[in-house]
Antibody, heavy 120, light 110 residues
Framework: EVQLVESGGGLVQPGGSLRLSCAASGFTFKSYWMHWVRQAPGKGLVWVSRIDSDGSRTSYADSVKGRFTISRDNAKNTLYLQMNSLRGEDTAVYYC?????????????WGQGTLVTVSS | QSVLTQPPSASGTPGQRVTISCSGSSSNIGSNTVNWYQQFPGTAPKLLIYSNDQRPSGVPDRFSGSKSGTSASLAISGLQSEDEADYYCAAWDDSLSGGVFGGGTKVTVL
């Protein structure tokens, strides 16, 4: 069974940093591109970032470019999101998602999400 | 302001057919496939339709998707009370080099 388990969320002050982790199991992690998608409280889904299967190619939403860094450790079956210079508008539930074979926004598997709250 | 445009709400009585539209542009829907997600409060989204009109295993055939040009739509036929949820369309945007979602449509069963 495919499992994606996020961790690392919490309360952080504006300007602070946080690193999210996503532990993957039940599939060959190194074979799949992975993404982060977020959802602010009461709002819609927003794509954040994508990384290819070996970690050599990444892309980001304009709203986080230069502040967030996606990475992965295929030996540990873990996806990361390093978030720096956090702002109030970054407050959201962050989901780790696995890209499906049918294309880059085909997310057949989602984690349960981890809440990041940016507030003083 | 979402890149893909969906109506904020839709409703119907049990048994009715409800359609949700998703409007985009040549850089997203016009050149890539559309996926649809269903989300219940407090839970992660679930893939409902992929590649414009394909249903993952386990999704009832009451749900169907279509795409034409730079627009797509999700139809729910034989609406049931358990279909009350938020629905999102998504596509890759070649100009942004990123994923884009619609703002979501809340479906209410009257």
């Amino acid at each position: 069974e495919v499992q994606l388990v996020e961790s690392g969320g919490g309360l952080v002050q504006p300007g602070g940093s946080l690193r999210l982790s996503c532990a993957a199991s039940g599939f060959t992690f190194k074979s799949y591109w992975m993404h982060w998608v977020r959802q602010a409280p009461g709002k819609g889904l927003v794509w954040v970032s994508r990384i290819d299967s070996d970690g050599s190619r990444t892309s980001y939403a304009d709203s986080v470019k230069g502040r967030f860094t996606i990475s992965r450790d295929n030996a540990k079956n873990t996806l990361y999101l390093q978030m720096n210079s956090l702002r109030g508008e970054d407050t959201a539930v962050y989901y780790c998602v696995r890209e499906g074979r049918a294309g880059p926004t085909t997310y057949g598997h989602w984690g349960q999400g981890t809440l990041v709250t940016v507030s003083s | 302001q979402s890149v893909l445009t969906q109506p904020p709400s839709a409703s119907g009585t049990p048994g009715q057919r409800v359609t949700i539209s998703c409007s985009g542009s040549s850089s997203n829907i016009g050149s890539n496939t559309v996926n649809w997600y269903q989300q219940f409060p407090g839970t992660a989204p679930k893939l409902l339709i992929y590649s414009n009109d394909q249903r993952p295993s386990g999704v009832p055939d009451r749900f169907s998707g279509s795409k034409s040009g730079t627009s797509a739509s999700l139809a729910i036929s034989g609406l049931q009370s358990e279909d009350e949820a938020d629905y999102y369309c998504a596509a890759w945007d070649d100009s942004l080099s990123g994923g884009v979602f619609g703002g979501g449509t809340k479906v209410t069963v009257l």
